[in-house]
């Protein structure tokens, strides 16, 4: 199955495991909350943190009541599009089905023009890694299948895909700051100093 043949699924509520840019990725419409709930409920006992959201563009943070600061914009530009995923603060309560009370969100614009097609046609998606909590990531789209069965509506396969997830930096204070060494490495100014 392709990733253009996934859109209806997904826009009918469905969760699909597809190659990311990065690993194998589970995803759902973000701005379904059925389908949101319905993924956190299978995948994690209970939601502890929120899942990334993949965007096509800069500007579908606007639809998420985000406004970005000079600084934002700049390091934005530094690491989009690419596999860097970025928290950001979230308050609006309307988004709680999506931060889980923490008010911050978690975005990625991925460099692959498959995924930024697919994103183009059914606006922003969650897409956490495609395996239960605390459990390895699947590698393939078989090995996806034998964690969820049939719960997921499709899964779309490319091989094995080894990677490392995408690098996670928060950015809600003043300067980026590394949550989680990943993809990329980025210079020694964004990494965490010591108190």
Known sequence: MSLSRVVPLLQKGGIVVIPTDTIYGIIA???DRTAVKRLFAFRRASPRKPFVILIDSVSRLKEFGITLNAAQRRFLRDVWPGKVSVVLSCPIKEFAYLHCGRKTLAFRLPNTKGLRTL??????LVAPSA??????PAETAAAARRYFGARVDAYVGVGRMSGKPSTLI???????????????SL???FLPHPD
Do not use: C, D, H, I
């Not at 994103?119 to 922003?124: N, S």
């Not at 395996?131 to 390895?136: A, D, S, V």
């Open 119 to 124: 994103l183009k046609k059914t606006g922003p």
């Open 29 to 31: 419409k973000a701005f």
């Open 187 to 189: 210079p020694s100014r």
């Open 131 to 136: 395996n239960p909590e605390g459990m390895r």
């Open 170 to 184: 928060s950015f809600t204070g003043a300067s980026p700051k590394v949550l989680r060494e990943g993809a990329v």
